[in-house]
C-alpha cells in the first residue's frame, strides 16, 4: 500500500476518495495538462537558464523527455496569412483548433461564429477542468479555453461597448452582449461556465453588475455553483465540494522578480557628438542590474501553489483537463522587464515540477509545456562583436545589462518598437512533454494540432 | 543486386571501388555529416519557412526525426561565461569540444594553445574528411576544424601582423608566424592539412606568397597533394586520387537570392512632428518587396552541388567526417538582407536533403544540423499590435517586409546596433538529427557534446 499511502499523502482528493476501486479508478484516468508559457519562446528560456541555472544549466524544462517547436499560425479576418500571432488567436488555436484572427476569443475570423473549446468537449464527456493563470482569469489566454467573443478586451460587462485603452478605442462587442443575442463578456461567461477550478487574477472583472442586473459577475458565479476566493489561505482551504473561482488580484497577479529598484531596460544615451555621426563622440551605456524581489508579490499565490491546488482538486476517476498560464513572461517583456519576465519563467518551471510529480503518481497523464508566439527580448552582447573598432556601438531600442549570479553580464535588448509596449514575434516557439507524449507529440506541429492530440488522448 | 546498382548510379566512388567485398565495407562504415547553418535560428529557420513552404508548410529540416536544442557557450580569456557567441569561438567547441574564447581558432582561452580538432582525429585514424561552406575556406566555421591561431582574421600569411579592416586594427597573430614557430595563417594550415575535400570561397587567401616563400599558398597546396580548382566545372571532373581544394570566389561566395533591386532592410522614416514627440506625426515605411535571384550568383557552384561532390569523394569502407556550412545565413543577416538569409537557408536545406539521400544509401551516416549561434533578424508584426492606438509604432531599427509567394507580407527586424553589421544573440540553437541519431543525440545538449556524440559514433 505504499504506493496509495504516498498518493494520500500527496494529493487530498485521494483520501477523501477512501474505495480502493476509486482509487484505482484515479490510477487509470488520462488527463492533460497544457502548461503555456505566454511570449515564452528560445530566447526567453535562455535567459532565463542563464539566470537560474548558468549557462551550463538546466531548467525542468530542458530535461523534458520530448522537445519540438510549434508553429505559431494565424489569419486575417479574410484568411490570408499573419506571420505574428496575438495571444487571443493563439490561444484559440490551441482551445480549439482552429485558426483565427489576433484579438478573438474562440471564434472564428470573418464569421465570428463560437468555436466549441476543449474544456467544453471535456466537460461534456463528464471529465473535470480547471484553468489557472497569473494573467486575470479573463485575460487572453485562459479566455479563449471557456468563453465565445470576438475581442479579447471584452473582458467584463463594462467593457462591450465602444472599449478604450488609454482614451483610444480598440474596439466592439455589442453585438455579444447579452441584449443582442450573444455569450456576454468574458467574466460573464466564466462565471456560468462548468469550469471547476478558475485560478488567477482579475477579481475587478467580477466585481461589477452583470448585464442588466443588480447582482454582481460574482454573484452570478456563486448562484452558478462556484464558491469564490481572493486569498492563497482561502484558496487552500476551500470546500471541495463546489467549483472554485479563485481572483488574487485586481488584474494581473504582481510578479515575482523586478529589476533592481524597480529598473527596467533603458535607452543608452549618446554623447552630444555621436548624434552628429554614429562613429564618433560615446555613449554611456545602462548600468548593470541585479534582480530582486518585486515587493508587490508578498502574498500573491505562485503559480506552483495554484498548480498543485488545482490538481488536487482536479484528480478524479474519470480524467481532467488543466490548462496552466505564466502569463507575465509576456506581459514583462513587453514592458521591457527582463527580471519580471525571468521570475516568471521560474514561476512556470516550478509548475512544470508540480505537473511531473502529479505524472509521476498518475502515469496516465500527458503534459505538454508549451508557448503561445515570440517575444521582444533578445540577448545581445554585453560587448559588441565589433567592439575593436573603437566606436560606440549600441542598440536603439532599450537594454538591460543583468548580473547573473554566476558573475557576468547578461545584455538583453527590446527594439521592435518605441511604443510603451514592445510588439511579439512571429517565431516559431518551443514544444515540451513528459514520457506520455513521445509517440503522440510530434517533434514539429502547428498549434491546432496541439488541441487534436488533447483530444484524441482523453478519447473525446 | 538493385541496391548496389542504385548505389552505383548514385555515387561514381561506388562504380570505382569494383569489388563487392568493398561495396560491402563501404555499406558498413561508420560517416558524420555535419551541417551547419551560421546564424541559423528559429527566427531564421520561421523566416526561410514562411517564404519557402509558406506557414503552414515543412522544410526538409522540420521532418527530420531528432529535434531539439544546443546550448551555445563561450567564456572571457579568463574563463567567465560570456553570453553570446561567435563563429569562431563556437565553430571551435563543435569542432574540437572545449568552450574557448570569441574569434578564437581551434585554440585555448588564455592559454592559446591549440586544440585537437575532429578532422584531425578522424584523419589520424585513417577516415576521409571533408570541409565545404559557402564562405571563404579560411573563415571561422571551416577553419575551426583544421587550424589553429589566436585571431579568426589571420586568414593568409600577409594578415598576421597588425591584422585591419576598415582601417581599424583588429588583432594580431605575429606570434603564431612560422617563422615563430606557430602554425602560420589559416590559408597556409589548410594547404599543408590532410584533409580530403576542402570546397568553398577564399581564392585570394591562396594567391599570395607563403611565409617567407616565393611560392604562393596555392603552390603549397599543390606541393601537398592537393588539386586545385576554381570553376564548378573543374570541381565536377577533378581526379580523384588526388586531395581537393575548389575556392570558386576571391572570398564568400555570391548568395543565391537577394531583395529586390539589391534592396536590404531599412529605416521606417517618421514625419517630422514625429521627431517632437512619437504619438504624432506619421511614419513612412520601406515599400514591400519580393526577393529575387542575385545576378552575381551565375556560375557559382550550390552548396548542394558541393556537398554532392564531396560525398562522392568522401564515401568509403573506412568512414568518414564532413563538415557543409551554409554561411551566409549569418553574413546576410548581419548586413540586413533577409532575401539573402532566406536562400542560403534554401541552400542548406538542399544540403540535408542531399545528406538524407545518402544515408539512405549508407545506413551508418549519422546526420546532424545545427547553428553556431542566433542572429539578429526577428519577425516581427507586419500590422502593429498597437494599430489600433492610431499612433506611428515602428522599429528604430532596420525593417524588410517581404511579399511571400502565398500571398501575404512578412516583417523582418534587424535592430540589435547601429553600426555596419547587426550583431548576433545569445539564445540555444536548433539541433536535427536523423534516425541514426535518435537515442545517440540527446534534444538538449551544450555545444561541446556535438563533438563528444561525433568522435564516439566514428569509434575514435
Known amino acids: 500500500m505504499s504506493v496509495l499511502k504516498s498518493l494520500a499523502a ?8 477512501a474505495t480502493p476501486a476509486l482509487v484505482a479508478a484515479q490510477l487509470e ?19 532565463a537558464r542563464n539566470y537560474l541555472a548558468g549557462a551550463r544549466g538546466r531548467l525542468s524544462l530542458d530535461q523534458m523527455p520530448l522537445r519540438g517547436v510549434s508553429q505559431v499560425l494565424t489569419v486575417s479576418e479574410h484568411g490570408t496569412p499573419v506571420y505574428v500571432a496575438d495571444s487571443a488567436n493563439s490561444a484559440t488555436a490551441l482551445a480549439t483548433g482552429q485558426v483565427t484572427s489576433r484579438g478573438r476569443i474562440a471564434t472564428s475570423a470573418g464569421e465570428d461564429k463560437p468555436i466549441t473549446s ?10 473535470k477542468t480547471g484553468l489557472v493563470s497569473t494573467a486575470s482569469v479573463t485575460d487572453a489566454t485562459p479566455a479563449a479555453f471557456v468563453a465565445h467573443i470576438n475581442a479579447r478586451f471584452c473582458e467584463n460587462p463594462e467593457a462591450m461597448k465602444d472599449v478604450t485603452f488609454s482614451g483610444i478605442r480598440v474596439g466592439d462587442c455589442s453585438h455579444h452582449l447579452k ?3 450573444g455569450l456576454g463578456s468574458i467574466s ?9 477550478v478558475v485560478l488567477g487574477g482579475g477579481l475587478t472583472h467580477f466585481e461589477v453588475p452583470a448585464e442588466n442586473s443588480s447582482d454582481t459577475v460574482i454573484q452570478v458565479a456563486e448562484a452558478n455553483g462556484f464558491h469564490v476566493v481572493t486569498t492563497a489561505g482561502d484558496m487552500a482551504s476551500a470546500p471541495k465540494d463546489k467549483k472554485l473561482l479563485g481572483l488574487f488580484s485586481p488584474n494581473t497577479l504582481p510578479v515575482r522578480w523586478q529589476g533592481e529598484n524597480g529598473r527596467t531596460a533603458e535607452k543608452p544615451e549618446p554623447s552630444w557628438a555621436n548624434h552628429i555621426t554614429q562613429y564618433i563622440g560615446s555613449v554611456k551605456m545602462p548600468d548593470p542590474m541585479v534582480c530582486e524581489p518585486n515587493p508587490d508579490y508578498a502574498g500573491t499565490p505562485s503559480l506552483k501553489q495554484m498548480t498543485d491546488v488545482a490538481l488536487d482538486r482536479l484528480s478524479n476517476d474519470r480524467g481532467f483537463f488543466l490548462m496552466i498560464e505564466s502569463a507575465s513572461i509576456d506581459k514583462q517583456s513587453h514592458e521591457r522587464k527582463p527580471c519580471g519576465s525571468i521570475g516568471e519563467l521560474a514561476q ?9 510529480a502529479y505524472a509521476k503518481l498518475f502515469p496516465n497523464t500527458l503534459i505538454i509545456v508549451t508557448a503561445d508566439h515570440g517575444q521582444a527580448a533578445q540577448l545581445i552582447p554585453e560587448e559588441s562583436l565589433f567592439a575593436a573598432f573603437g566606436v560606440p556601438v549600441f542598440t536603439r531600442g532599450r537594454l538591460a545589462r543583468i548580473k547573473t549570479p554566476e558573475g557576468a553580464i547578461m545584455g538583453v535588448n527590446y527594439a521592435t518598437n518605441d511604443f510603451i509596449m514592445e ?16 509517440g503522440l507529440v510530434p517533434n514539429m506541429l502547428v498549434q491546432p494540432q496541439i488541441f487534436e492530440i488533447t483530444r484524441d488522448y482523453l478519447g473525446l
Chains 1, 2 share one sequence.
Open 179 to 181: 441584449a443582442a443575442g
Open 29 to 47: 484516468a488520462r488527463n492533460v495538462i497544457l502548461i503555456i508559457g505566454d511570449g515564452m519562446d528560445d530566447q526567453q528560456i535562455t535567459i
Open 10 to 17: 500527496s494529493f487530498s482528493a485521494i483520501a477523501l476518495l
Open 188 to 196: 460573464e461567461q466564466i462565471a456560468v461556465s462548468g469550469v471547476d
Open 423 to 438: 510588439e511579439h514575434t512571429g517565431v516559431n516557439v518551443p514544444l515540451f512533454s513528459n514520457a506520455v507524449g513521445v
Open 348 to 356: 512556470l518551471n516550478e509548475a512544470v515540477d508540480s505537473a511531473l
Open 118 to 127: 476543449i474544456i467544453e468537449i471535456a466537460e461534456a464527456a463528464g471529465l
